[in-house]
């Protein structure tokens, strides 16, 4: 492979962009990316009745938040079906496609006798070679590509190695339905002839689909793309990933609070390896992504992981993009508000892994909070911190817990009476954030402002 790859991700725009097709996604611009090529998008919206706007905007947005970035504009493939249609006309001039005129009973006929046979359904090709001036009055045909009946089609897949079908397995498929409309298997090798796509990584669910493509592109006298066909996502228990198993779509996880960096790492371990590497940034994998490491098994999807990764990508990320996008799940905040949560970031990333937990812990320092009159043991703790912090100029983490600790000593008052004290002052919480953590992202207006509240 060199700089003249060009890859692509092509989605039926009929629901939101599941986290299979992510994967997808990512592993073609992985590829395109290591090699210096192209990574193109193409919406493949033939099916009318269930493509829908807004489909094609979660795809386009779950792309965008992943970072997974297309050359050129995406390609939407229904305005492409008259090129397809007179594609298949003219193969029907040149004897490789042909008229089928069969009726619904005489397709339905066919199955019928396979399954008593014990044999798959298949067409039997009775029109393959008909006068069409023999067709029914007023009967609307369909076109079949005139398929090799002997020898075989042979893929040879980058993931799972050389197959083998033989063409006797494979019926005269439907290239343009009696209604006009071209079928995915013709749409999809015209398009990506015409955008150059030269290689396609995908499901092994497409595995069926690709020898006929094989098929169309040989009857065309067109170069084949170089395929790999990657085994499904499966849920923890190791079967199909699906709905049970929770989270489907890229959007949901970004609703859970994950970050997309983490979401991209975790997908790109499902199905590829780079030696023991878990934590691998977006620089080296384009770097290091190649199809050699694509495995020929299913990877689970390991939920526990994915949560570990993202607690990871939390700990390194830009404490104010952090704060971005805490405000985006709970709205705007005055701006004292988010300097508290500004100068508490540091620990509350150390102890959230995602942002709905990095919300719940931050809302110490966004709730207004007056602590209820303490007994009379807590509130002379409290009147005497008070006294002692109402003169410290350094409101610092360090200085404010060396200061605590002298006195705690100087009083044998214990210290960790002491900060629970502090600690129920500030937030009537049991777990929180550091106190003295806490009291320098307060400020020291604030904080002697709680300490205080409750003793007057």
Not at 370 to 375: G, K, L, R, S
Request: with cysteine; hydrophobic share 40%; proline share 4%.
């Amino acid at each position: 492979m060199n700089s003249d790859i060009v890859t692509r991700f092509a989605p039926s725009p009929t629901g939101f962009l599941h986290i299979g097709g992510a994967r997808t996604a990512l592993f073609n611009w992985l590829l395109a990316r290591h090699y210096g090529g192209k990574f193109l998008l193409r919406i493949e919206d033939t099916d009318r009745e269930r493509s829908t706007a807004e489909a094609v905007e979660a795809i386009l947005e779950g792309l965008q938040w992943l970072d997974i970035c297309w050359d050129g504009d995406p390609v939407f493939q229904s305005s492409r079906l008259r090129r397809h249609v007179e594609l298949a006309e003219n193969l029907v001039k040149e004897g490789k496609a042909y008229y089928c005129y069969c009726s619904l009973e005489e397709l339905e006929e066919m199955r019928r006798e396979a399954k008593a046979k014990g044999l798959s359904p298949k067409y039997d090709g009775r029109w393959r070679d008909r006068d069409p001036a023999e067709a029914p009055p007023g009967a609307k045909p369909v076109i079949r590509l005139k398929a090799p009946s002997e020898g075989n089609t042979v893929l040879h897949d980058v993931v799972q190695g050389e197959i083998i079908v033989s063409n006797g397995q494979l019926d005269d498929m439907i290239l343009v339905r009696s209604d006009g409309t071209p079928t995915f298997m013709l749409s999809v090798v015209v398009d990506d002839h015409d955008m150059g796509v030269n290689c396609v990584i995908r499901g092994d669910d497409h595995l069926t689909n690709t020898f006929r493509h094989i098929q169309i592109f040989n009857v065309f006298g067109w170069s084949i793309p170089e395929y790999g066909h990657i085994p499904l996502i499966h849920g923890p228990d190791g079967v199909k990933l699906s709905k049970r198993h929770g989270a489907l779509s890229v959007g949901a996880y970004r609703d859970m609070g994950y970050l997309p960096e983490a979401v991209c790492n975790c997908l790109l371990r499902l199905g590829w390896s780079h030696g023991d590497d878990e934590v691998i940034s977006r620089e080296q994998a384009t770097e290091w992504f190649t199809t050699e490491n694509l495995g020929k098994s299913p990877s689970r999807m390991d939920f526990a992981k994915l949560k570990s990764l993202n607690g990871h990508y939390m700990r390194a990320a830009d404490n104010k993009r952090l704060l971005d996008e805490l405000l985006r799940k709970i709205g705007d905040l005055p701006e004292e508000k988010k300097q508290r949560i500004l100068t508490g970031m540091n620990g509350l990333k150390q102890r959230a892994k995602t942002i709905l937990e990095l919300r719940d812990m931050a809302a110490v320092y966004i709730d207004d909070f007056t602590a209820p009159a303490p007994d009379a043991e807590t509130a002379e703790i409290l009147r005497k911190i008070s006294f002692l912090l109402s003169s410290v100029d350094d409101w610092s983490e360090k200085n404010l817990e060396r200061r605590v600790k002298a006195f705690s000593e100087e009083k044998g008052v214990s210290f960790g009476k002491i900060a629970g004290s502090l600690r129920n002052a500030l937030t009537g919480k049991k777990i929180t954030p550091g106190v003295f953590e806490m009291l320098e992202s307060f400020g020291k207006v604030e904080g002697m402002r709680r300490i205080s509240a409750g003793l007057l």
